[in-house]
């Protein structure tokens, strides 16, 4: 009989709690609660750059990255339960410190499946794009309280992407991020939205 603990949330036997997790009395690894004194549970991460779906997994034990860039992925037939999995490895991430990028990724209809993103940028020069995303026809649900994003937004050439959607999430973003609003009006910078 080896020694080994249950994965929380997946019900997945491994030989040690992986980064984002940490051990509970027996035998189970739980999610860590992150923050800046557990170094967000250990699931910092660097730089993502992502180009296909099998990279999606790069991503499944990191709650905080610093860039994160997803681009080029093209449409693909689903078969079996495996491209709907690959999804749940974003279900982790909480902040991106720099840089978020979504360019030409024809798998996304939605960024709900960031379900458990709530900051974007923790500085003024921060940027967020999302660009040429020919399938992509909604942000974040109203259901969903988008991320907060800090910097620079560019939403550009969506095809289905809705001018309402847009400016939901512009609207919800800048009010709710006070603290944020005085502490950049202190550094004398605005944010900078485009969308096209």
Known sequence: MGTGYILEEINECVLSCPSGFIHQTG????????????????????????????????????????????????????????????????????????????????????LSIFSRLHRIGITSNATMTIEENELLTDLWPLTQPPPIIQGSLNIVRNARLCLKHIEDFINYTTTHEKGLIRKRKKQKNKKNFHYV
Do not use: M
């Open 27 to 110: 035998s189970r690894c739980i999610r860590c609660v992150s923050s800046p004194e557990n170094n967000y549970c250990g699931g910092a991460c660097r730089e993502k750059h992502i180009r296909s779906i099998g990279d999606f997994q790069s991503l499944k034990y990191c709650t905080r990255v610093h860039t994160l860039n997803i681009y080029n992925i093209a449409t693909i037939e689903s078969r079996g339960n495996h491209f709907v999995e690959s999804f749940t490895a974003f279900s982790s991430l909480e902040q991106i410190d720099h840089e978020f990028t979504i360019h030409n990724v024809k798998v996304f209809s939605t």
